[in-house]
């Protein structure tokens, strides 16, 4: 009943506080939207690399991740690494999500970069003609040698361990070549052997490990080339694990492997760095030959930071509004629930001072017409030949008046009959101390 007397009584009153309320909001909110990141995009684009390779193949898999999200994951096809890291480094490519291997880049080189984390292992496997077993790597001088393509991983990684050995493109015929191409001339003998950085699971590797003519070779000192290059891992490819009923290969071998990780532009929206995380787990983390189940994806900073996101997935896995709704409702509520922060930070004293407000100007109103009452009767005691009474008598019966006017709740009813009695007295004290003027 107090509410209705409250709305009825001071519909302007109430009408000034809710417009300024709602100004305040609607000003609120639209800061906040302008500020606060938009909604996800629809579309993103991958750099992966050759087609046919291991990361164009992961690639393809993480896009079907995505797509039942809703969300489109277009492959742009690369030489490798080295070109991927170059469109991610330049803003007007539109890429914002490729696969890197470790040890290209730098913070420093990239500071419009982060990562996701390390996704898997890159061995360098060295194959050759089977003529050359068990000879020095001199007999190469002169033969023909695929170190894969410009703007490839496999490149840049075998230029840098061939230099530490005093061998560089004087030593032999360095071809550039993809890991498929160097895999077919390989096995037609067109070239004399191959470096190529992909992973265990690649066509073109298992290939060229059944193959009895190609051999493959391991690489010693091991430990001295993970001293000077920390972002180096090294792998055994056991014994007979190939092929046990032939044993390839005929002893372990020692292979390098630098681990490929997912990197991103910084702008790129949170909600897809979430879903690219949850599919690189999907993807990467079973047991594979050189890892154990749940070895990847893991917190690995080998070039770049990780990002926010990324740290936030490996401490305490996906958004809670992402793991128990659909994709695009959680990144809706998430959204509103943030623009509703300030908002409610505003509105909520706003709406917890009104009843203040309004006492006061209920007060504020009585206590003016008190204030009248009593200049009017403090003309009272002027002398009676200055006196006007028929002029204060209409000014109290319009005192009256307005105290009659005064709509107020129930809480303030005993204040405004107090204040009616006081006029009362006022006037039958005009009327007992002074006579009307004829």
Known sequence: ????????????????????????????????????????????????????????????????????????????????????????????????????????????????????????????????????????????????????????????????????????????????????????????????AAFML???????????????????????????????????NKVVLPNGVVDLRRNRPPADVLLFAPKASIAVRKDLHPAIQYLLLVAAERVHSRPEIFQKAGTFPSAEAIDLPLSDEARQFYRSGRPFLQRHLPFWMAVLLDRLLVLLIPVIGVAYPLLHYLPAVYNWEMQRRIYRLYGALRSLEQELTIRDEERDVNALRVRLDRLEEKADRLRVTAFYVNMLYTLKEHIDLVRTKLSRNTKPIP
């Open 1 to 192: 009943m107090m509410i209705n007397d409250y709305f009825r009584s001071h519909r302007n009153l109430v009408a000034i506080a809710v417009i300024t309320v709602a100004v305040l909001v609607s000003a609120l909110l639209w800061m906040a939207a302008s500020i606060l990141r938009p909604l996800p995009p629809t579309a993103v684009t991958m750099v992966t690399g050759p087609e046919g390779s291991a990361y164009h193949a992961f690639g393809k898999r993480y896009r079907e991740i995505l797509a039942r999200e809703g969300i489109e994951l277009r492959l742009l096809p690369t030489a490798g690494a080295v070109e991927n890291l170059a469109m991610l480094q330049d803003p007007q490519s539109n890429v914002k999500i490729g696969f890197l291997q470790g040890g290209i880049t730098s913070a420093k080189e990239s500071p419009d970069l982060v990562s996701l984390g390390a996704v898997f292992y890159e061995p360098l496997w060295f194959f050759y003609r089977d003529q050359f077993r068990g000879k020095n790597i001199q007999v190469l001088r002169g033969r023909k040698i695929s170190i894969g393509p410009e703007g490839g991983g496999t490149r840049a990684l075998t230029l840098k361990l061939l230099e530490q050995n005093g061998i560089n493109e004087r030593f032999a015929d360095l071809l550039s070549l993809t890991p498929q191409a160097s895999g077919e001339k390989l096995v037609r003998g067109e070239i004399d």
């Open 198 to 232: 992909t992973s265990w699971d690649d066509p073109v590797v298992q290939r060229l490990l059944h193959e009895e003519r190609i051999e493959l070779a391991s690489f010693p000192r091991t430990d001295a080339y993970l001293a000077l290059y920390p972002y180096l």
